[in-house]
C-alpha cells in the first residue's frame, strides 16, 4: 500500500469539502468566501450552545479555551498562545481539514467567521486576522482575534450579529442573509458577463486588424 496516509471517512470528507469549495471559488470567484462566512457565522452559534447557555457573556480566557478546544474536537491541534483583556492569539501545528486545505484556501474563512461570530456573541465585538496560514503554505496557523476595534492590524470585523432565540434553530437562514448572497453572486454573474462581452470584441478587432493585413498584402 506504500507509504500514504490510510484512507479514512474524515480524510475523505476533507477531501470532498474541499474539492467542492474549489469549484464554488472556481464559479462564483471572491463571493464565494462570503458564502463561507455566512456559514461560519451559523455554525459558531451552533457550536455554543455546547459550551453554555445562549447571550451568557464571556471572559477573554473562557472564550480562548471555548474556541482551541472546539478546533481540537474536529481534527485541529490548536493551542492558546496569549490571552489580554482586548484579544486572544491561537496558534496551530495542524488544520481540522489537514493539508488538503490547500485545495481551497478560502476554507481558512471558516475559523474567522466562527470565531468572529462567537466573540461578536459573547464579547460584544470581533475582528479576527489570520496571520499565519498552512493552507497557504505556512508551517502553522496564528490568529488573533479583537474584542474591540484597532487599527493595530488588519482583519474582519463583525459586530450586531442577531442571536437565535432560545431553543431557536441557527440554521435557519434569514430572508435578509439569503438575498444579500443572492446579490453578491449576481454581481459575480455581471462581472463575468462583462468580462465575455470584452473578450468578444477583443477577438473581434484582433480579426479585423488580421483582414486588414491581408487586404494590404
Not at 464559479?27 to 468566501?33: E, H, M, N, S
Not at 490568529?143 to 432565540?165: A, L, M, N, R, S
Amino acid at each position: 500500500m506504500g507509504n500514504h496516509t490510510p484512507l479514512s471517512g474524515t480524510i475523505f470528507l476533507s477531501k470532498l469539502i474541499t474539492q467542492y469549495a474549489y469549484l464554488h471559488e472556481r464559479t462564483v470567484g471572491d463571493q464565494a468566501g462570503e458564502y463561507i462566512k455566512q456559514i461560519g457565522i451559523k455554525t459558531g452559534e451552533w457550536i455554543e450552545s455546547f459550551y453554555s447557555d445562549k447571550e451568557e457573556l464571556w471572559s477573554p480566557d473562557r472564550y480562548a479555551e471555548v474556541i482551541v478546544d472546539l478546533k481540537n474536537s474536529i481534527g485541529g491541534h490548536f493551542q492558546i498562545s496569549e490571552v489580554y483583556h482586548d484579544r486572544v492569539v491561537v496558534k496551530a501545528k495542524a488544520c481540522p481539514f489537514g493539508d488538503i486545505v490547500q485545495d481551497a484556501p478560502h476554507l481558512c474563512m471558516m475559523t474567522s467567521s466562527v470565531f468572529g461570530g462567537i466573540a461578536a456573541r459573547r464579547m460584544g465585538y470581533g475582528k479576527v486576522n489570520l496571520r499565519k496560514r498552512i493552507a497557504l503554505g505556512h508551517q502553522g496557523c496564528e490568529v488573533v482575534v479583537y474584542f474591540q476595534p484597532t487599527d493595530e492590524e488588519e482583519g474582519v470585523e463583525y459586530k450586531d450579529i442577531p442571536v437565535t432565540p432560545v431553543n431557536g434553530n441557527p440554521f435557519i437562514w434569514e430572508e435578509e442573509t439569503i438575498q444579500h448572497l443572492n446579490e453578491e453572486l449576481r454581481k459575480s454573474d455581471e462581472m463575468v458577463l462583462k468580462l465575455l462581452d470584452e473578450l468578444e470584441d477583443l477577438q473581434r478587432q484582433i480579426k479585423e486588424k488580421e483582414i486588414e493585413t491581408l487586404k494590404m498584402d
